[in-house]
Nanobody
Framework: QVQLVESGGGLVQAGGSLRLSCAAS????????MGWYRQAPGKQRELVAVSAFGGFTNYVDSVKGRFTISRDNAKNTVFLQMNSLKPEDTAIYYCVADKELRAVLEGGPDYWGQGTQVTVSS
């Protein structure tokens, strides 16, 4: 099994930056896709960013140009650099992982982190 441990969430003013980290441990064999979901109260959970085999990355339109997903493969760690934060970015952010990119894209990854709160004040 895979365990995902997140860090880096917190409070930030609009226009500021945060860097989320997700350290994966356990049986990482076959894990080809990792990413970040977020969910705000009363809103549907959405995929924010994903990183997969071959350097593939993708982002939800609302964060393109502001967020960057990156990896440290040796440490099985995925990062989400969030710049120019907006109040609309306020949500619980979840690190996810799966052997299939498709599962992450379609909302059903096998592994989820505990979630970390990101709050952006206006």
């Amino acid at each position: 099994q895979v365990q995902l441990v997140e860090s880096g969430g917190g409070l930030v003013q609009a226009g500021g930056s945060l860097r989320l980290s997700c350290a994966a441990s356990g049986l990482m064999f076959g894990i080809n896709a990792m990413g970040w979901y977020r969910q705000a109260p009363g809103k549907q959970r959405e995929l924010v960013a994903v990183s997969a085999f071959g350097g593939f990355t993708n982002y939800v339109d609302s964060v393109k140009g502001r967020f960057t997903i990156s990896r440290d493969n040796a440490k099985n760690t995925v990062f989400l650099q969030m710049n120019s934060l907006k109040p609309e970015d306020t949500a619980i952010y979840y690190c996810v992982a799966d052997k299939e990119l498709r599962a992450v894209l379609e909302g059903g990854p096998d592994y989820w982190g505990q979630g970390t709160q990101v709050t952006v004040s206006s």
